[in-house]
């Protein structure tokens, strides 16, 4: 009798785990459709539709869905580009925008969150064939984002930002990933006076002569 009941119970247990699987996937397979028509909506360079867009609440909703993917036990590398491609978008604005989005969703997660994303496609970039596009997604975003001055000096102050940069110019990533990388760093160095940086130029030159 014993046996028979953990029979059944096994027997129960996997059809309700592939239940549940399934069911997850098809929930992935809708949010991936969700974000994909969201990705179309948000590819052009009006400022005034990615005002309307970050007052509806597009990049916080954005940046939750990441973390939300990047804490999940399985990832899909395509939800992220996708996710971070999106974020990149809805930022191709002016630098009072860029201040609004940053505050409505707070600094240190929005400069948290990117940088984590840096360092999971960086750690194991064989592993990920959408690597390279992501990575080079992430840091167009960081670039618009120092657009705004206070953003520009809350990166600049942030150690795990410059580790970022670094770990992508030490990277092996294509040269068009690594381009973008020396643009953001120049642009946050531009008139910035951060003790950090002063601290890490030798990491940031080592990077930049590898």
């Not at 990705?39 to 909703?61: P, R």
């Not at 840096?118 to 992501?134: C, E, G, N, S, T």
Request: hydrophobic residues 45%; contains cysteine; aromatic residues 8%.
């Amino acid at each position: 009798e014993l046996f028979l009941f953990s029979s059944s119970f096994s027997e129960n247990y996997t059809k309700d785990t592939m239940k549940t699987e399934k069911k997850t996937a098809e929930n992935k397979y809708q949010l991936i459709l969700a974000v994909e028509q969201e990705c179309v909506k948000y590819n052009h360079f009006d400022e005034y539709v990615h005002l309307a867009e970050i007052d509806n609440g597009a990049s916080a909703a954005l940046f939750h869905k990441l973390e939300a993917e990047l804490a999940a036990d399985t990832v899909s590398d395509y939800y992220v580009e996708l996710l971070v491609s999106g974020l990149e978008m809805v930022h191709r604005c002016s630098s009072n925008f860029i201040k609004i989005s940053v505050r409505s969703v707070g600094a240190d997660r929005a400069l948290h969150v990117p940088c984590r994303v840096i360092d999971r496609y960086l750690r194991y970039p064989h592993d990920h064939k959408h690597a390279p596009q992501i990575i080079c997604s992430v840091t167009k975003l960081l670039m618009h984002l120092t657009k705004a001055s206070w953003v520009k000096q809350q990166m600049a102050e942030r150690g795990h930002i410059l580790s970022s940069i670094v770990q992508i110019l030490n990277s092996k990533m294509g040269e068009a990933v690594r381009v973008e990388a020396i643009k953001l760093l120049a642009n946050l160095m531009h008139g910035i006076e951060s003790g950090r940086i002063v601290m890490q130029a030798e990491a940031l030159v080592d990077a930049l002569i590898a």
